[in-house]
């Protein structure tokens, strides 16, 4: 915080003033920001800057400089934007993150302010007390700000809420704030909270199995040491399958699988399939079902992660057909989006092909599924499933001349 009483303010002015007199406005100006700068007054050192700035350049101290020529004006951008960048990078060191991204928002590349961000965040959250202590938290919620709800680093939002503020805040967050991101946005914000969901149903699930005696320590920490995940841990207990224990919030689960559907990369999948499989063994009660189709929670998104790891593979197809085929007309466009991208993501083209055509247009008030914006582009697909006649076919039958000829171009090219 600003230490406004390191300043002497009645002999400052009288100093401001002899200075004046002696050296001229240019060292009266350079006393002054040297003052303010070792009484750490950040704001007023950025006016201190721009006044010193218009008198070297001869402008009006206060007003408008319309008036003023085009070089003179770069100039003084450049000595605004010099003094946005000291002030707002000394305002984030004393950990007044939103007044100094007053002064960072235009003047530093966004990448800039998110890597300091995190260092900042990583300094805090070692320090145990911190979110105890309320000067040390306002800071970590001006990151969060920042970050996640103003849209600098998503990723690194919620891994500061959920150090900060738990699971379930950062499960809402993502709601309200990533899940209408792009996918590419998404991805790495849903691997964070995989990932912190699956290690936390694992520590309380070991902690729950070792009390009762079920498995041992070395058991788990052999599970621990070749990476293992939740499935192992649940398979060595004997998979759990007819008792009532529950180690997790299940509207946080249900919520995570959720999430967990834009990932791609296998080490992301793997732990969504452990926690899909940990879902499948709660108690009915807490098994909540979700929208089509995914009414069958547990199991649906068993299948859905496993096919994509190679298991499961046929069934997890004809699942997922039979669902679309079964939905209603409102819920129909989702469900076949769902089909589609599984099948692309296991290499079947041709079958996700088929269920792009096979999906009828949106009814009411529904909208596209944020899942088919994974999908590649539908004349890819059909090019790689030789399948352009099939696509070029329905483009006849819904009037869509453009896709036609783009599909006919790309088939006639190598």
Known sequence: MPHNNLIDTALLATELTATLEANGIDAMFQKLEDSLRHSCRWHSLFDAHLLRTRATLRLPLVGPVADADKETKKKLDE?????????????????????????????????????????????????????????????????????????????????????????????????????????????????????????????????????????????????????????????????????????????????????ARICTDT?????????????????????YPGDTPFSDFGVSSRLFYAAQLGKEVDQAIAFFRQEAEQANEYEAPAAWDVLAVLASRINRPDEALSAILARPAETGQSQNSPLAATLPPIVELSHNALGGEKLRAACIERDDLITFAASLARDSTP
Not at 111 to 128: M, N, P, R, T, Y
């Open 79 to 259: 000595k605004t934007i010099a003094a946005c960048r000291e002030v707002g990078w000394k305002l984030f060191d004393e950990g007044q993150i939103a007044s100094g991204w007053m002064y960072l928002r235009a003047a530093v590349e966004t990448h800039e302010v998110v890597d300091k961000l995190g260092q900042i965040a990583s300094q805090l959250l070692e320090q145990e007390d911190s979110v105890a202590d309320e000067e040390e938290y306002q800071p970590l919620q001006e990151i969060i700000q920042l970050a996640l709800w103003e849209n600098l680093d998503p990723a690194l939002g919620i891994r500061v809420m959920l150090a900060a503020q738990g699971t379930c805040n950062a499960v809402t967050a993502y709601e309200q704030s990533v899940a209408g991101l792009p996918p590419a946005q998404q991805e790495p914000v849903a691997k964070i909270m995989i990932h912190h969901l699956h290690e936390e149903v694992f520590e309380n699930l070991a902690r729950d199995l070792i009390e009762r005696e079920l498995v041992d320590t070395n058991q788990v920490n052999e599970i621990k040491g070749r990476k293992g995940a939740l499935v192992d841990l649940l398979a060595t207990a004997g998979g759990l399958l007819n008792e009532e224990s529950i180690h997790v919030d299940a509207s946080h689960l249900q919520a995570v699988l959720r999430f």
């Open 267 to 287: 080490d992301d999948i793997q732990h969504a399939h452990a926690l899909a499989c940990y879902a499948c063994r709660l108690p009915k009660e807490f098994q």
